[in-house]
């Protein structure tokens, strides 16, 4: 490759005009003739059997066209990708909140709604399960019959956790609490389904996977696979939120039933009432250091809520476990990891897979220990930080780790950490300053010994215009553009010259879901495997044409180049005879994601070896009389291997930012004995613009080794994870008061202060 | 239904009859009469089946999510008295009921002479939402938590209302009753808000809680004007009145009785403070416990005070 053509520039999203002028169409804008308006039924208690359920008052109703209940799916009533625990319409017992009891398709909204309302169920109120560990006892009941409430017990250890503590010289030892939260995409979840003539099911989705979709839909129509098509259309943001599948499979089954096409998309509230929320735990974390602050020993204990069905808990222990040390050298670790069902919202998948929560302890120890041994935020975390070659305790040798103090120093340089005393700690006499920071790791991918990998489809046609067809979907993190830049680059035409199609399941091969910031490292790296032969088909034209040696030809910009010299060779001339002499101008490509062989042995289950580092400052204002906190300025370095597409790095970190804003100080989700208390964005508290201070911002590029395309790895879920503990940091800083739960709420904030209510600046 | 969100402080709760989590919106009727008589006439017909639409910022919300169930939607912003802003240096502020907040704070004589009403119409939602919400609306929506009824309050306005018996007026602080409810009696309407001439060396201000920084519902307001003596040491006049502590915005006499009872000072404010405090009687919801609004309508009385003086020793 030469000079830079597509990739590392400031490139505008395809689409980014019908998205901004409201011309792209997503769920909810689909529309087709004899379309009907899906819509399910939920029950009114958390935790309920089923007495009776009739409906057949809703059947009559003219303009119902499909009235569905468990007994009229042709296929499997339990779906969820790993283990398929969750009930697509309800059986008997209703578990929680968001269960669907019935599906209903009518000609207009107001029929659907009359047909729901027709619908008999006669439920007999069961007393729920709703403290996780109360549910733990003996004697608790069961949350789901036949099953046990421990979902997962798992330990997992290394080193001489015991004998580490016993000779520390401190100990830190907290309890935390982290709470439920919400997505809040804009988007609300939605599928429209179509029956084929051919009996086949097609469904627009706004989804992450939509081959795995494809998977649950057709084992819900008890359809093969390939009678089933999925077709991601513009998708307004998942973030984990639609990792699984939801109403699509609803869509699916009720046009199935009803013959004609059928769009369901969830109401607001009934989103937030419905889909997983992120785990909320509690945490006991023991941390013992030396007198000069090396770190000897992490022991903890966490606990979540899981709901009454599996979703990703599994998935989210398992990193909260392997990202519990951070990014330091921890020789002896004790982590053991508990899920416990309960009548409780589900739990799954949100934007870094439990490592904010993780992230909240393991940071808000570190400050905890600085200040008992007097040390320095900053110096303490570079003195245990690991780099290069540092062997992690999960056994995990790290590969480039140069960026987690580069991005310390970086950002303690950009915040101006040595002489932040000077802004003023006390403004007025009710308000404190306080600086904070948080560095931490993520993983990119899905972790050693699961199936992570992508194939694409890449075609040039006779004109040089290229057409990409990939299986990842684009929520709007951006993988449509960076497929687009590679492709662009390594084919050399312009970026304007490649069309990628939106992952549609007839047509392109399986990328697996857009999780884990995983797609630009698998996906692109298919892109650019695929190009090769395409490319050399190029070359060996104008090799031929030419004369010249063809390791003196490269293509850029739509263009041959002889020795750098622009030439008057097109690609599409060379496409076109390329076509004529019968070279391919297709291919596929495929990647899996590389580990090395020879590694020492990793002993962490599932472990990720490529690591986003990032460090993140804040400066907080806290009001000492009304407890609240104000964000005055937030530094962010984020290490991001290579950028293929600036604005998408930037653009990552400046969204996962604000939602680590409302992460830390006032999102979360009020639920009594099961039942959501704001579903509502009116009472779910979201940051807006003015809660979030103008980014600083600066992004490391540190190549991965092995495997990343150009060096480049993921960046959309370190973004969130430090910001709730370096915001705890700060507020620890300007107040002299720890805290341990989040949200950070300006009530939670005051009743810290109450013990010593604002203490005079340090 | 238990799932419904809890409803927000003093939204009229018309507990849904459906389980259905939707946002759809039945059909309803809508008319925009161009007299008052006419407005009051279909009112009086209707009795609770009719509301009126000013901005709807509130009532077509409530609509949708199935919180109030009417037939019919009376548009008053065809009729000109509602929609009369006038200011006289001598006479006073009028503020026709539909008036939106951005022809309040746009206008730059009222601007200057009610700071304090400004700071409140202009944190009533965002700048969309200000170019349709009228502070009609907002006081007749009766919500405990409502960001310009406790400015009214301090500021001394009247309430003027037309219906079948004729018009009357009413001090702003008997207009609200109960959550959601209001001194209105069937066919009547409001028709403006009146509001005394600044007097010399007066001051206000308003200041709410909320737990983010624009865009939400006062976790606790506090209004509060002042009318210095001429050397500006001592306060002759007082007002106070808070919001979101109480089933409706409340004046606090005693709060303002406080602060006329000497020489300025951290002490005599303290003593409003007090006197607020002990005129709190607020719930716990979401939005915060009983005893943080205890404690924040007393730092909020006190800032806004502090807030009152300022501006009435800079003139
Ligand atoms: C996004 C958003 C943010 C908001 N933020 C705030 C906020 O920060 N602070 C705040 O206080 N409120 C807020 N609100 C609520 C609302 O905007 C205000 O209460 C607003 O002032 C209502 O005015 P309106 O003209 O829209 O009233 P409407 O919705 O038209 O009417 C409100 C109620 O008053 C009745 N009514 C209106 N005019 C009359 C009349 N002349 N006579 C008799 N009855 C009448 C209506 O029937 C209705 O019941 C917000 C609302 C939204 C949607």
Same mark, same amino acid.
């Given at each position: 490759?030469? #000079? ?57 109703? &003219? ?84 099953? #046990? ?177 951070? &990014? ?13 069902? $309960? ?13 904010? @929560? ?70 007025? $006499? ?88 995983? !797609? ?12 090769? &032969? ?35 060779? $097109? ?40 690591? !986003? ?5 804040? !400066? ?18 984020? #290490? ?11 653009? @990552? ?79 620890? #800083? ?6 341990? !739960? ?21 | ?87 006289? *240096? ?107 001439? *600044? ?11 909320? *737990? ?34 109480? *089933? ?68």
């Amino acid at each position: 490759m030469i #000079d830079s053509g597509a990739v590392g520039r400031w490139v505008s999203a395809p689409g980014a005009y019908d998205i901004v002028t409201g011309k792209a169409r997503y769920c909810p804008d689909l529309d087709f003739p004899g379309m009907l308006i899906g819509k399910l039924l939920y029950s009114p208690h958390a935790r309920a059997c089923i007495r009776r359920l009739d409906v057949t008052a809703a059947r009559m109703i &003219p303009g119902v066209i499909a009235v569905l209940t468990h007994a009229d799916i042709p296929g499997e009533n339990s779906y969820l990708y790993a283990e398929p625990d969750q009930p697509l319409l309800v059986v008997d017992e209703v578990r929680f909140q968001g269960d669907a009891v019935a599906a209903v398709a009518a000609i207009d909204e107001q029929t659907a709604d009359a047909a729901l309302r027709a619908i008999d169920v006669e439920y007999q109120a069961l007393d729920g399960i709703f403290d996780p560990l109360a549910a733990m006892q003996a004697g608790a009941g069961q949350v789901v019959a036949g099953k #046990d409430n421990i979902m997962m017990h798992k330990t997992y250890r290394t080193g001489d956790v015991a004998a580490a503590l016993a000779s520390a010289h401190v100990i830190v030892e907290n309890t935390y609490r982290t709470q439920w939260a919400e997505h809040a995409f804009l988007e609300t979840e939605g599928g429209v389904g179509l029956v084929d003539a051919d009996g086949g099911v097609t469904v627009y989705s706004s989804c992450q996977a939509p081959h795995r979709d494809r998977m649950q839909i057709a084992r819900a129509l008890g359809l093969p696979e390939s009678r089933v098509r999925v077709i991601t259309p513009y998708i307004g943001g998942a973030f984990g939120g639609k990792d699984e599948a939801h109403v699509q499979i609803h869509a699916a089954l009720l046009a199935h039933a009803a013959r004609r096409p059928v769009r369901l998309i969830r109401g607001r509230r009934e989103s937030i009432l419905t889909h997983v929320k992120r785990h909320p735990f509690i945490v006991h974390c023991i941390t013992a250091a030396t007198r000069d602050g090396r770190l000897l020993a992490v022991k903890a204990r966490a606990i979540v809520d899981a709901g009454p069905y599996s979703n990703a808990t599994h998935e989210v222990l398992n990193k909260f476990g392997e990202f519990i040390g951070g &990014p330091y050298t921890v020789k002896n670790l004790e982590i053991e990891k508990i899920a416990v069902r $309960t009548n409780n919202p589900i739990t799954g998948a949100f934007r870094g897979f439990g490592a904010p @929560q993780a992230a909240f302890v393991y940071e808000s120890q570190m400050d905890d220990l600085a200040r008992k041994l007097g040390m320095d935020p900053l110096e303490i975390r570079l003195l245990n930080g690991v780099d290069t070659g540092t062997r992690m305790y999960t056994g995990v040798v790290v590969r480039e780790g140069k960026a987690m103090k580069a991005s310390l120093r970086r950002a303690a340089e950009m915040m101006g950490w040595q002489q932040r005393g000077e802004l003023g700690r006390q403004p007025a $006499t009710h308000l404190r300053r306080g600086w904070g920071m948080a560095t931490i790791l993520k993983g990119s991918g899905m972790g050693r010994g699961l199936p992570d990998h992508a194939a694409v489809l890449l075609e040039m046609h006779r004109d040089g215009s290229v057409v990409l067809q990939s299986g990842a979907a684009d929520m709007g993190q951006g993988i449509v553009t960076v497929l687009a830049q590679l492709a662009a680059e390594s084919l050399g035409v312009e970026m304007s010259s490649v069309h990628v199609v939106r992952a549609d399941t007839a047509q392109a091969p399986d990328a697996g879901a857009s999780c884990a910031s995983r !797609q630009v490292m698998v996906s692109g790296n298919a892109v650019l495997r695929a190009a090769v &032969p395409i490319r050399d088909s190029l070359l060996q034209v104008a090799a031929e044409k030419t004369g010249v040696a063809r390791d003196r030809l490269v293509l850029h910009g739509g263009r041959l180049h002889v020795d750098g010299q622009a030439h008057d060779l $097109t690609v599409a001339e060379l496409a076109r005879r390329a076509l004529f002499r019968g070279y391919p101008l297709q291919s596929e490509g495929r990647y899996e994601l590389e580990y090395p062989a020879d590694a020492p042995e990793v002993t962490y289950r599932y472990s990720q070896e490529v690591f !986003q580092f990032c460090t993140q400052i804040a !400066q907080v204002l806290v009001d000492c009389e009304t407890g609240q906190v104000a964000v005055e300025r937030l530094v962010a370095v984020h #290490d991001a291997g290579k950028m293929i597409n600036p604005g998408g790095v930037y653009g @990552q970190i400046e969204g996962g930012v604000a939602q680590g804003i409302g992460y830390a100080l006032t999102e979360e989700l009020r639920v009594t004995e099961g039942h959501t208390l704001n579903a509502s964005l009116e009472n779910y508290v979201i940051p807006m613009a003015l809660d979030i201070p103008e980014l600083e911002m600066d992004v490391l590029e540190m190549p991965e080794p092995l495997g990343a395309p150009l060096g480049a790895k993921g960046i959309a879920e370190s973004p969130i994870i430090p910001t709730a503990p370096a915001i705890r940091n700060a507020i620890l #800083d300007a107040i002299g008061r720890p805290l341990y !739960q989040l949200p950070m709420t300006a009530e939670r904030v005051l009743s810290a202060l109450d013990a010593a209510p604002c203490a005079d600046p340090a | 239904m238990l799932w419904l969100a809890e409803p927000p402080l003093g939204h009229k709760l018309n507990k849904a009859k459906t389980h259905l989590w939707d946002d759809s919106m039945k059909d309803i009727d809508y008319t925009a009469p161009r007299t008052l008589a006419e407005a009051a006439a279909l009112l009086n017909d209707k009795g609770d089946r009719a509301r009126i639409l000013a901005g709807g910022t509130d009532i077509i919300v409530q609509l949708r999510e199935h919180r109030r169930d009417l037939d019919l939607l009376v548009d008053v912003k065809n009729i000109a008295e509602v929609n009369e802003l006038t200011f006289d *240096p001598a006479r006073g502020l009028r503020i026709g009921a539909a008036v939106p907040c951005y022809r309040i704070y746009e206008n730059k004589d009222i601007a200057k002479a009610y700071p304090g009403l400004i700071d409140a119409v202009s944190l009533v939602g965002g700048v969309q939402i200000q170019s349709r919400a009228s502070v009609g609306g907002n006081l007749c929506n009766a919500s405990p938590a409502a960001d310009t009824t406790p400015m009214l309050i301090a500021l001394e306005a009247t309430c003027h209302i037309a219906g079948p018996q004729g018009p009357r007026q009413l001090p702003v602080e008997t207009f609200c009753t109960a959550p959601g409810r209001t001194a209105l009696e069937r066919g009547e309407l409001l028709v403006s808000i009146d509001l005394p001439a *600044p007097k010399p060396h007066s001051g206000a201000h308003y200041l709410r809680f909320i *737990p983010r920084n624009e865009m939400d519902i006062a976790v606790v307001g506090a209004g509060a004007s002042v009318v210095l003596d001429d050397k500006k040491q001592k306060c002759l006049a007082a007002r106070i009145g808070v919001g979101a502590v109480a *089933p409706t915005p409340l004046l606090v006499p005693d709060a303002g009785a406080a602060l006329v009872d000497g020489a300025l000072s951290d002490a005599l404010i303290d003593k409003a403070v007090q006197a607020a405090r002990a005129a709190a009687k607020p719930i716990s919801d979401m939005r915060g416990t009983a005893e943080y609004r205890k404690h924040l309508v007393g730092v909020l009385v006190k800032r806004a005070v502090q807030g009152a003086i300022h501006r009435a020793r800079e003139k």
